[in-house]
């Protein structure tokens, strides 16, 4: 008999082994459940707690599906799936094992929603439940929310995972972390210091934002430790600080470099007053609008090269436009300024409406392909990557103009014009063709410039408004007529906004720019690099 | 030279806007219809914002006749362009009453194109419907204003941030761009904040250009500014077309909603059309209807809208509630009063009650403002918002802040005996200061 019932006992032993990891998935099932009968966010906020707590790797997929808003409730069944919305329904996932469980239309599922205080929790729960993860970034992402959410429970999973790391580079960060969560624990002060010193040594903004809540709540050596850490931290900081704003600087710089250097041709070389050249730069960024439409709808895997083939297309809209505003409206009016002023003015609110009446008035979406979105550190400096791929276009197009302006018998022909249109005429160059083409150059530049700016700036009819008076600026400044001055004058006045903007504020900075380059244009009426000739005088 | 460049701007927009009415101007009105005046920007700046609010009008209007129309009469609309030019609208609006003598007029965006017409309804003793949010700070008889007053959005926006589920925030930054509106809600924010507790350090306030496309330094100043070890937040005020690059410019900097939200009055779906979102869900809006709002009401309007726009992309928004709100009102009131005439109608007006769309109703008050529900939403993957929190029950618009000392003690009550728009409750006078 007890043979018997020792047996009996081994064999439900035994049978509890074998199903344990099925009665962990029927719980975990069983808590997933709940999410169908919450109301409020805090109840959804008990749930996820309660998922955490089981520690369960498996509740990664759907905690991650909520954080992102992909958790659904079918109506019919209470059931909780992974969804991913398609063209028109959805498609429903097993929420633990990730198998397809057919499609629902969107009328037969609701959505769980989520806030940001939520997602901060599971971003949290996450970091701590993905912290083996075999991928390296998964791995740096959780050390870095632990290091922002320093909890004295984490030190324990994290000394495991130090141990166990193989990289150098997230190592270090684990340990950060684990610093960071010292500091809120009762550990002893020696450990604290420690931890203060190796968080002192990461040396950004994030030691600086957890140092100075450890100062509020800490006394004696500890609170000394953090105050000198974080003026530490400070003073290195400033220096930073300096370099970012020339960054920012140049960056405005070669936007205003792309939006002046179509008029420095037009303006500059030619001497029409272009108020039109604005609606230029808007027509190139309608032009990588429509052209990334197109690609949206025929060609999606073109995405990343829409800006490429948006280039050309857009210097040829421009230009053309150009060439038909010189056929038929300046070519009339060269040597009275005044009225060409008018005259471009007035085209300059044709187009705008004219855009207005085919694509409405309303905002376009264009995308940033990936290539130029997100941003890299250098040190504490954060340098986003379309800024940096619209300086090295703008210098790009800049070196380019400037070869054919000195290098190519076209740039010859349109300097001669320039500086003596009689004597140009004389020698047999076609002037009338030459003031064409020139015009369309400076217009097609401005398209490109638009590709560009379409990556940064809104793109709607009013676009253009926006450039039109810092371009004049820029030119005026620089010097008309002159390429170089263009150059300098773009950055050294996108270097002297920025540092006054963090003083001035955006607002009086603009005011005092205008000012001093009023003041400049009184001692230097000609600009930075004044051009010599005879035509420029009359 | 600069006042002659100005003078032939303007000339030169006059024409081109007296090229547009010549255009609209064939449906000549017989005298068997109710005229109502749409004054909205058709072109510059703010066509993109207001033009869609034209659109919303003509619906309502067609949707209103096909209901057979008002006291056995057709409605017609008179649509001119005051072209984003503030002086305009005051012009447009003296020939839409005198000229086309219409009964009403819907119309305006901005504070100052508002304040551009005042002087002519008063004077022509007519109706202007404003459908926008608002600084507050003003109540005048003849205006009706649909849009939120501060505390119908400002003052439970900050209250939810405040508030656990919002994330407790305790630093604060105010941008915005700079104009009466953003300054003026900036200054009942900030006095409001400290009356909760919220020290002077903890609060930063900051104003960019119209149009304001550079906006590294700002976020960057943002970024410094939240890490002082305090969950922050930001209040946006900033307009228009600004908003696009400063969320790009978030969205690149690595600003996450869920480490420093960004809370703005001025961004609806509109807005968020012309941006890639994904970057940006979480970051929060406040107004008084969204597009996401599911009740049956709401999904006949926009199937309204999209069949009326021939597109089915286009978004609706809080302002164009607004105005069905205020149109609808309007039609009440003109059959209690059984005339189109405006002092009349201006009596019938409070007190009137119409279904919004967020499932409720809003009723006109005495101070001319309505009662709304305030919605707080979180800007999701798709351009829409989701509402994450609503008042429990409706907010009435209070015109004269509580938290200006020049404006506390005011208020308006426009029901005869006391009839009157300022008045100041201490010294029982009408006729107090208001900051203009």
Known sequence: MKIFHAMGLTLLLLLTTLSSSGAAEADLRAIIAKFATVTEFSETGAVVQELTATGDPAVERPLAALAEGNLYIRTADSMVFVGKEGDENVQLFDPLSGEAAGVASEDDITKITVNNTLRRAIRDALGTLTLGSKDPTVRIAAADTMFKTPDAANIEPLDAAIASETVASVKALLEQARAASVLVSDKPDADKLAAIALIGSRGDRDAVSLLTSVEANASGAVKEAATAAIANINSTLALWDAGQNIWYGISLGSVLLLAAIGLAITFGVMGVINMAHGEMVMLGAYTTFVVQQVIRTSFPGLFDWSLVIALPLAFLVAALVGLVIERGVIRFLYGRPLETLLATWGVSLILQQAVRSIFGPTNQEVGNPSWMSGSFDIGQLAITWNRLWILVFALTVFGVLLYVMKRTPWGLQMRAVTANRRMAASMGIRTPWVDALTFALGSGIAGIAGVALSQIDNVSPNLGRGYIIDSFMVVVFGGVGNLWGTLVGAFSLGIVNKFLEPYAGAVLGKIVVLVLIILFIQKRPRGLFALKGRAVEA | ?436
Not at chain 2, 355 to 374: D, Q
């Open chain 2, 1 to 436: 030279m600069r006042g002659n460049f100005s003078t032939i701007t303007k000339m030169f927009s006059a024409s081109v806007v007296a090229a547009g009415l010549l255009m609209s101007a064939p449906a000549r009105a017989a005298d068997d219809t109710i005229k109502v005046g749409i004054l909205h920007s058709l072109s510059g700046t703010m066509a993109i914002s207001e033009t869609t609010l034209k659109d919303a009008m003509l619906m309502l209007i067609d949707e209103q006749n096909a209901k057979g129309g008002l006291l056995g009469k057709k409605l017609e609309a008179v649509v001119v362009d005051p072209a984003s030019n503030w002086p305009l609208f005051a012009e447009k609006a003296r020939e839409l009453i005198s000229k086309d003598k219409v009964a009403a007029v819907f119309g305006c965006w901005t504070s100052v194109s508002r304040k551009s017409v005042l002087p002519v309804f008063s004077e022509l003793d007519n109706i202007l419907f404003y459908p926008v949010q608002y600084e507050g700070e003003e109540s005048e008889r003849n205006v009706f204003y649909t849009g939120a007053a501060p505390n119908q959005q400002a003052i439970p926006a900050v209250d939810y941030l405040m508030s656990k589920d919002g994330g407790s925030v305790k630093r604060w930054v105010l941008e915005g761009t700079d104009y009466v509106y953003p300054r003026t809600t900036n200054k009942i924010l900030e006095a409001y904040l400290k009356s909760k507790g919220v020290a002077a350090e903890d609060i930063m306030t900051n104003y960019t250009p119209f149009g304001f496309s550079d906006w590294q330094t700002e976020v960057s100043a943002i970024k410094k500014f939240g890490s002082a070890g305090k969950k922050t937040a930001v209040v946006s005020t900033v307009n228009g077309d600004a908003n696009v690059p400063f969320y790009k410019e978030l969205g690149n900097q690595g600003i996450k909603a869920e480490d420093i939200p960004v809370m703005a009055f001025s961004v609806g779906e509109e807005e968020l059309a012309g941006l890639d979102t994904k970057p940006l869900v979480g970051h929060l809006a406040a107004w008084n209807y969204f597009e996401s709002v599911n009740t049956p009401e709401n999904k006949k309007f926009i199937a309204n809208w999209h069949k009326f726009i021939k597109n089915n992309k286009r978004t609706t928004n809080d302002p164009m509630e607004a105005h069905y709100i205020g149109f609808n009102m309007w039609v009440k009131a003109v059959e209690k009063a059984g005339t189109t005439d405006p002092d009349k109608v201006i009596d019938a007006m409070i007190g009137v009650s119409v279904p919004n769309l967020t499932g409720g109703y809003s009723t006109m008050m005495p101070n001319h403002h309505i009662t709304k529900p305030v919605l707080i939403g979180e800007i999701q993957a798709n351009g829409q918002f989701e509402t994450v929190s609503k008042t429990p029950g409706l907010v009435m618009g209070d015109e004269w802040s509580d938290y200006l000392p020049d404006s506390k003690d005011l208020i308006s009550d426009w029901r005869a005996p006391l009839s009157c728009g300022n008045f100041n409750v201490k010294t029982g006078k009408c006729g107090g200061k208001g900051t203009n």
